[in-house]
């Protein structure tokens, strides 16, 4: 019989952890506000002649109809019991989706751990533009591709150094980058987050790979290796015609004209913190902030493992052992988080977009405030451009390296071999499945499983294996469906023993 998952509440626990609910992103502050303000947003872009790109209006409608019954969702069916629900579908964008945005997070450091990194040390590596590069990079994700390449070679080339080989030795490092585009005030802020090994790999001849561990940089060695990276971005700038030499101080020929730069160099944080209204009847006056005096800092800060010049910044500070598992999890999930925390987004009463800093500035700033459609502003300029990964490999990490299959984490599943009695080309078959089922994608139920403990392939009555029977998406079908959910009864309770209550209380039973 089909049920009503707001019913599921009342159910008990599923052998395998709590009961699967409906997130109802229609009921959340960020679903409501993007639902009633986008039509104004595309109003005011109307009247000031800027036309946004297809694949940000498709981000939008998208986000509302994400985890919505109404646009679709899988029947879900017990084979023990019959119990069943329904699950809706997911929009399964790159934006500003907290839902898809959560859920990729979970399946890319779940790959990370089981098939990339191995154990060994890591340290997380950030680098930070100037905002003129962020802009830059925001229009051109070719040009940071080309720029994350000789910054990638730098740092492979230091770790080599500090580890006494050379690239003529076949020593080779590990480098997963995340292209973050967002800061803590929703601002445009591209940054890289490198996950690198804490050393280099060789291979003996046996044909067996070593691991070379370093040290951790010293300031000086930090400061070093920054100015080689400005330096060789700089000149990789200048070849390519992006950035005018000059003998004080060279500039870049930012020359945009496309609607979406607008919105992205409001959006971008400048040297003061100060942002910018993008569209509207305010457009070009700063946005609102809210301060709290406790929270100034007048002192200079000393920084560990950070190196600071022209607007760059490197940062090294973050580093886990090879027994820390858990812990570099939990940096795979930080990196790879999404852009919004519904957590810190309210509305206030006088309808202004309050969205509270994880750590406050050092002049006080505790919180941004956004009108509405400056809020949808900043959302846009968040988008990513399609087609354009934000996930890099490199080194003995990429996906082609001769190293990779000597280091990746190998999997705890034991495969049969040919002394079984089965045949060669079954045996070869089974290893094969079995690989191709270790390096494929987190299904959505394998990942609820690992990090909230809610199976959702066990029924929460019986415990049975619950199984996919019928995807609706047909409108009219759709409808039926969910009138017919409508109209069912509220469940009815359990009977409980009432010691208070006589026989002749009782209501009687009619036949």
């Not at 989706?97 to 340290?123: K, N, Q, W």
């Not at 004080?248 to 942002?275: C, G, K, M």
């Not at 509405?372 to 399609?386: C, E, G, I, N, T």
Request: charged share 25%; proline share 7%.
């Amino acid at each position: 019989m089909l049920e009503n998952t707001s019913q599921l509440s009342s159910l008990p626990k599923s052998p395998g952890g709590f009961v699967y609910k409906r997130h109802k992103p229609e009921e959340s502050d960020l679903y409501k506000i993007i639902e009633q303000t986008l039509p104004i947003f595309q109003s005011h872009l109307s009247n000031a002649d800027i036309s946004l790109p297809a694949f940000v209006h498709n981000e939008f409608r998208s986000y509302l109809r994400c985890g919505l019954l109404e646009h679709g969702f899988l029947r879900v069916k017990c084979s023990r019991c019959r119990f069943e629900h329904l699950v809706a579908f997911s929009c399964k964008l790159r934006g500003f989706c907290p839902s898809c945005g959560a859920r990729r997070m979970v399946e890319t450091s779940a790959h990370l751990i089981d098939h990339v990194i191995p154990a060994a040390p890591v340290r997380q590596w950030v680098l930070s533009f100037p905002w003129p590069l962020r802009l830059l990079f925001a229009r051109q994700p070719n040009t940071l591709s080309r720029c994350l390449a000789v910054i990638i070679r730098v740092i492979e080339t230091d770790l080599i150094h500090r580890a006494g080989l050379t690239r003529a030795s076949g020593a080779r490092s590990g480098i997963v980058t995340l292209v973050q585009r967002f800061g803590s005030a929703l601002n445009l802020n591209i940054h890289l987050h490198m996950v690198a090994l804490d050393g280099v790999y060789t291979v003996s001849k046996s044909g067996k790979a070593k691991f070379h561990r370093v040290k951790a940089p010293n300031q000086t060695e930090l400061q070093t290796l920054l100015n080689r990276v400005i330096q060789r971005v700089v000149r990789r700038l200048e070849k390519e015609g992006l950035l005018i030499p000059d003998p004080e101080q060279p500039w870049l020929d930012l020359n945009f004209h496309e609607p979406l730069d607008s919105l992205s160099a409001a959006s971008t944080e400048a040297s003061d913190r100060q942002y910018r209204i993008a569209i509207g009847p305010h457009s070009g006056s700063r946005t609102l902030t809210l301060h709290d005096p406790s929270f100034i800092r007048t002192d200079k800060p000393i920084k560990s493992f950070t190196a600071d010049r022209d607007g760059f910044s490197l940062n090294a500070a973050v580093s886990c052992q090879p027994y820390q598992r858990d812990r570099l999890e939990r940096l795979c999930r930080y990196v790879t988080r999404p852009a919004i925390c519904l957590d810190r987004l309210t509305v206030r009463v006088d309808g202004k977009i309050q969205y509270e800093l994880k750590n406050p500035f050092r002049n006080g700033t505790t919180h941004i405030l956004f009108s509405p459609v400056d809020f949808l502003s900043k959302l846009a300029a968040l988008v990513p451009r399609p087609r354009h990964n934000l996930i890099r490999y490199h080194g003995v990490f990429a996906p082609n390296a001769k190293l990779r299959k000597l280091i990746i984490p190998k999997s705890n599943k034991s495969v049969r071999g040919k002394e079984n009695s089965k045949s060669d080309k079954t045996s070869e078959f089974e290893e094969i499945t079995s690989q191709n089922e270790l390096l494929a994608p987190l299904s959505w139920a394998q990942r609820l499983k690992r990090v909230f403990n809610i199976d959702i392939t066990l029924c929460p009555l019986c415990g049975g294996t619950m199984r996919i029977i019928s995807d609706i998406t047909d409108p009219d079908l759709i409808q039926k469906i969910l009138d017919h959910l409508a109209a069912q009864p509220p469940p009815i309770k359990p009977a409980t023993a009432d010691s208070s209550l006589s026989l002749n209380q009782q209501s009687p039973i009619t036949r």
